[in-house]
């Protein structure tokens, strides 16, 4: 291990970890914190000191829980090797590409989520809900950030589409490109605060990336003209140090996340339609053309919009078959 000046709090310690070590632990092993994953070998820091090693658990077999990145493992003080990997405060997760499908983790213990989109022909309340059922699900603090502010007129139409969402929803608006305007979000990026983006291609994910860490180590590509689209650039999965001290999960599969298994995260999202829901008079209403019915009552009023009705009937068709898919498929 190399010795290093860091505090466990400036790697993202919290009383939420220490409650869980026993008063023997405390004596015999270290918290650590995983930087990164590659194969075979996790890169861990922890108070003054970082190292690579073994990610491997004694007594834990293919099928149980490893370490990801950002996870807090306690490691043997001599020996090094994981002991056990700290309850995690959340847990970003994907099903795995490919015939065999199985989870796959991607990064534990993210205290904001970046919910990342543009001011333009892109922008999409549809997108936006989906990202904000996966916050919801994951259990991640959401925060909205529209980008290219310096390429619209009129910011505030689509900070108000966004903030239409859900009350109480955090929405800032950036110039990514430009440090002073990206300060906004500064107070998500701070010492020991772990942050994490969700966006599509070409939103300026890298971009923001790059003004937050203060360098320009993650390169953008030039968005294709016209098309207002760019291309996939980030490959690494670690963490990267922000410049205000806070720690960037940055992993390609966080980019493409999908739904499945999201019905709580859904159920919050859309929880106007899920309390209505219980009055309608049958207790399994499609909503349709059933009698008394409370959703298509309040639609008719207009106290609900048909549209976010329907954006919620297409989220929860989506993920039953998702989670339909996932479950006869799961290897034994
Ligand atoms: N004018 C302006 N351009 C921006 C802004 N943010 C990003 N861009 C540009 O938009 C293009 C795409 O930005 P990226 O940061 O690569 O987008 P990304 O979301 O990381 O894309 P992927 O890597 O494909 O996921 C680049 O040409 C950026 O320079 C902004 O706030 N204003
Ligand atoms: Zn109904």
Redesign the pocket.
Known sequence: MKLTNETLEDLGWKAYFSEQISGDEAQRCHPVRVMAVHRGKIAVSGAGSQGLISPHIPGAGPADDHPTVGDWLLIDGVTLQPIRILNRINLFKRRAPGVRRKEQMLAANVDTLFI?A?CNQDFSVARLERYLVLAREVGVHPVVVL?????TDTPEVFAAAARAIEPGLLVET?????PASVACIAPWCGKGETVALL??????????VNTLRGSDSID????RAGDAT?????TVREMHRLDRGGWLLDTPGM?ELQLFDAATGIAEVFDDFVLLAQECRFSNCAHGVEPGCAIRAAIAIGALTSARFDRWRKLAAEDSVNAAQFATRRPR
């Open positions: 990342v543009s980008t290219k502010i310096d390429l950036v110039n990514g490109r430009d966006g599509s291609s070409g939103v300026g994910k890298s971009t923001l953008t590509q030039a968005i760019g291309r996939h650039t980030t980019r």
